[in-house]
Structures are given as C-alpha cells and as structure tokens.
C-alpha cells in the first residue's frame, strides 16, 4: 500500500512488534517504502522468517528476536523509538480456550510488558492492536465503540484488558494510546497452515486442492472481513493523527459491511475459478459450531472516519480477489 498520501513523516523510526506475523509484516513493508526507520521486535510463535526476509537487506530495518513476556527485550526494543505498533499476540479463540494461561502470559503480561518499556522509551505514542472480540455478547448491531458486552472467550478477555491498562497508563502517565479494534483481517501472508489458520485462508487452500472446506455452524454467521491495507492505512493514521480527541480512545477497524461465511465462500470459489475451473465444484461440508464464537459482527466506522479521517478503499470484494490472487502465485 502507498502510504505516502497519509503524510507520514519519512524521518520518524518505528517500532513493530510481532513484525514477523501477517499483520505486522505487511505494516513493515509498507513504512519501509514510506522511508521510514523500523525496528521489528518477534520470537517468531506465529510469524515467520519467510514473511520479512526480504526487508533484512534494507538498512532502515532492524530485527530483534525477542519476546514481550521478557521485559528487558521490550525494553531494548522501544529504545530510541518515536512510535510503538504494537501488534503482538496470541490470537485465536479456540488456542485461547485450549490454553488460556499463555494466551493471559502473553496478550496481558506482554502487553504490560511494552506500555512500561514504551513510557520509559518517552514513545510519543503506543498505537496497539485491540480486537472486535471486545464486544462479548452484545446484541448492537453496527458495534459502536462505546457499547460493548460480557466476553465469550479468554482470547476476548485479554484483548479488553489491554484497553482497560492503555486508559489507565494514559491518565495516569501522560501517555498517548490508541486501540485499533480489528475485525476478521485478510489478506496477502496471512497462514493458511495450523490448527488457528483464519477462515479465508484455510478455506483457499482446501479449494486449491479441490478439498471440500468445513464451515463451522449453518454458514448464516456473518463477520465484517477487513482486507490488510484498509488496517494499515489505520494504523498510519493512528500515528499522524493530530486531534487531541483522536487519541486516548480505541476504534473499529473494518469496511462497514458483513458477508455471511456462506457467502464468503461463493466468492472464493469463484474467484479461485477463474484460475482453476473446477474449484467452482467443490462441495462444502458443514459441522458444529464452535465455542465461543459470536454469530454475527458488524462494525460502526463513523468514529474513525470523524477523528482520524479513515476512509477504508478495500470492499470484501475488491479485498478477496487481491489476496485470491496472492495466495495463487506463492501457495501453489
């Protein structure tokens, strides 16, 4: 993505936790292109070294193998930095159920872990990665930031407890936060191997196979699909946001609409038919719906577009057919 227009300072160096991981990655690369300093802080739990193997050769980029449950790498890493991303994390639902004492280690120790290194560092300011899982069960449909329910699952959990520490770390040491609450992101390096593989993903590569995917419930669950670039213009003007109501606060981080998982695969398999006739054919399976999963998400992108000026360019559409066609030219 072509962050230039979003008038991000080439001058400023910029610290991207979990750099090695889909997100993080891609948020790399593209303030690296800007001509932007980043330093990338990854223990490489979920990412991978493939994912920013080709930025290691550039002398604006620095990687440091490190955890954030280790204070002294958090520490070293927010060193000399003017803004944190802060992108590390367990994801996934079901790992958090599975196991929630490392999902806690890592999404909360961690997370404190970095907001103490951060204001140490004097970081003008800690952008970090929240979750739509925040809203639990509430019924409000769009979700709106300041209306939120009980959590469904660890993982949610942790991520609101992140909110919860960043406000306090702002009124109490002065600090500049924001939480960017992510709904279902995609797009291109996003692993479609493991046991936590996300839907999109997943789905691509039982179809490139010709392998019947398995849709969870009745397939009527619908999510807002975000694609990579609309998060990474957020998290850009996370950082160059000059409104003084901008900061301090969490967003939603999405387009604005929802695809039923029916759908969604219909447009995969379309899309992946264009190169592959047969995929068209492929029947799908369906099998329980998992624990903790909420039906439905829609988000709210009001507030965003008010006080930060987002304006997300990617639909789901113009979204999947970006990332069906990155999945198809290095997944084969």
Known sequence: MDIKNLSLNPN????????????????????LKNGNSVRCLDNYATGKPENIAPLLENPSFEFIEGDIRNAEDCLKACKGMDYVL????LGSVPRSINDPFTSNEVNVSGFLNMLIAARDAGVKRF???????????????????????????????TKYVNELYADVFAKTYGMETIGLRYFNVFGRKQ?????????????????????????????????????????????????????????????????????????????????LGEYDSKISNVEIVYGPERKGDVPHSLASIDKAKSLLGYSPSYDIKRGLKQAVDWYWKNLQ
């Open 191 to 271: 692993d479609p191997n493991g046991a936590y593989a996300a839907v999109i993903p997943k789905f691509v590569m039982h179809l490139m196979k010709h392998e019947s995917p398995t849709i969870n419930g009745d397939g009527s669950f619908s999510r807002d699909f975000t694609y990579i670039d609309n998060v990474i213009e957020m998290n850009v003007r996370s950082i160059t946001g000059k409104n003084p109501d901008a900061v301090n606060t969490v967003y939603n981080v999405a387009y604005g609409e929802r695809t039923s998982l029916n759908e969604l695969v219909e447009l995969l398999k379309e899309y």
């Open 86 to 89: 802060h992108q590390a994390a």
């Open 12 to 31: 400023y160096n910029i610290l991207v936790t979990g750099g090695a991981g889909f997100i993080g990655s891609n948020l790399c690369e593209a303030i």
């Open 127 to 157: 952008v970090y990665a929240a979750s739509s899982s925040t809203y639990g069960d509430s019924k409000n449909m769009p979700k709106v930031e300041d209306i939120i329910g009980k959590p469904l699952s660890p993982y949610a959990i």
